[in-house]
Structure formats: C-alpha cells, structure tokens
T-cell receptor, first 112, second 114 residues
Framework: DAGITQSPRHKVTETGTPVTLRCHQTENHRYMYWYRQDPGHGLRLIHYSYGVKDTDKGEVSDGYSVSRSKTEDFLLTLESATSSQTSVYFC???????????FGSGTQLSVL | AQSVTQLDSHVSVSEGTPVLLRCNYSSSYSPSLFWYVQHPNKGLQLLLKYTSAATLVKGINGFEAEFKKSETSFHLTKPSAHMSDAAEYFCVVSRKDSNYQLIWGAGTKLIIKP
C-alpha cells in the first residue's frame, strides 16, 4: 500500500542466524504492526507499537523482538531464526487503534 | 473474548453469479468488523468496515456486508462475480478489550470460473 515499504522483500537464511526486517512508513501513522501469514491461520499479530519506543506483544511474539526509535521505522528482529519462523511477514500501520490498516507488500522469509 | 470464524476455506463461483463469503464472530462488546482482500502475491486492502452506524455496509468493487447481531454474522456478498475478484478474503474483528488489536479469520479463497 502507498506509504508502507518493507525490506527486504525476500530473504533466505540459516537456522540460528539473526534476521532483521524493516518497515518504513511515510504517513506519520501512530500505530504499527508486524504480522505473520501462514496457510490456514490468516494473519497473526507478532508485536505492535503505539508510539515511539512504545511496543507490546501480540499473540505469537515468542522468538521475536521489535524496536521503534522513530515514528516512521518499525524493526522486527529474529534473534536466532528457526525453521518454524519461515513465513510471509507483513507490516501494517494505522492512525488510530482498531481502524483501517495500511499494509506493506510483505517479506517472504525462508529459514533453512 | 473476541473471535472470528470464516465458514468456508474455499468458495468457487462462475463469473456473473452471486458471491457469498460467510463470517461469524463472537464478541463481548459491540464489535467493529472488517473485510480485507488479498490478491495473489499482493498486500492486503480494506474492502469495508462496520462500526454500528448502519447494518448494511457498502465497500469497494461492488462488495457489501450485512451485520446481523442476532446471528452474530457479517457475511460478504456481491451480486455478480468478476474474474478480478479472485483473491483471498479475510474477516476481522477488533478487540476492544485489548487496545483494539485485530483478530483475523483464517481466510476464504474465492475462485472464479469462466
């Protein structure tokens, strides 16, 4: 969606290595989210942020950490990647909690 | 607690025929409900949103959904399917008891036959 950029778009890594995914927004949205999408599960929330340096866990946060040092950037880190973290990761942003989400194009992560 | 169930994992219709994608929700509060669409290899886009102003909600691309409290349903419909409607559709409920986090259904893949 316009204004939300994820990088990288694709990544292949090995088990046990650290991985950082970046989300950048240009619309000054207050809320930012990281989701993972797996077949049969819809989207599951990993972590979200409700302001600079304000973050909270979602339903599948184990093995993930996030940071938000600026309004426009929200980073997702896998400290030690595992094969179960192979997934498509989506970043989203919204101006108000529970309101319309604007999504990035996703990152396909493969952990071998 | 809030939850959402999409009753069909796949729906197949012929082009030009009506579309019905079913969604049931549970919520302890008056819910906000959404439908999102994801076209192949693309991000997600909001189709429509219910927030209690009107029970029949019109969205983009000719889709609409009706909120039925007595049936706890929020089914998505379109009178006439188009090939470009082939996509995955997600029903979503907003968790007012947890900072408005969104709970996503598992998705329904809509297949359009020529």
């Amino acid at each position: 969606d316009a204004g939300i950029t994820q990088s990288p778009r694709h990544k292949v890594t090995e088990t046990g290595t650290p991985v950082t995914l970046r989300c950048h927004q240009t619309e000054n949205h207050r809320y930012m989210y990281w989701y993972r999408q797996d077949p049969g599960h819809g989207l599951r929330l990993i972590h979200y942020s409700y302001g600079v340096k304000d973050t909270d866990k979602g339903e599948v946060s184990d093995g993930y950490s996030v940071s938000r040092s600026k309004t426009e950037d929200f980073l997702l880190t896998l400290e030690s990647a595992t094969s179960s973290q192979t997934s498509v990761y989506f970043c989203a942003a919204s101006g108000l909690a529970g309101e319309k989400l604007f999504f990035g194009s996703g990152t396909q992560l493969s952990v071998l | 607690a809030q939850s959402v169930t999409q009753l069909d994992s796949h729906v197949s219709v012929s082009e030009g025929t009506p579309v019905l994608l079913r969604c049931n929700y549970s919520s302890s509060y008056s819910p906000s409900l959404f439908w999102y669409v994801q076209h192949p290899n693309k991000g997600l886009q909001l189709l429509l949103k219910y927030t209690s102003a009107a029970t029949l909600v019109k969205g983009i691309n000719g889709f609409e959904a009706e909120f039925k409290k007595s049936e706890t349903s929020f089914h998505l419909t379109k009178p006439s399917a188009h090939m470009s409607d082939a996509a995955e559709y997600f029903c979503v409920v907003s968790r007012k008891d947890s900072n408005y986090q969104l709970i996503w259904g598992a998705g329904t893949k809509l297949i359009i036959k020529p």
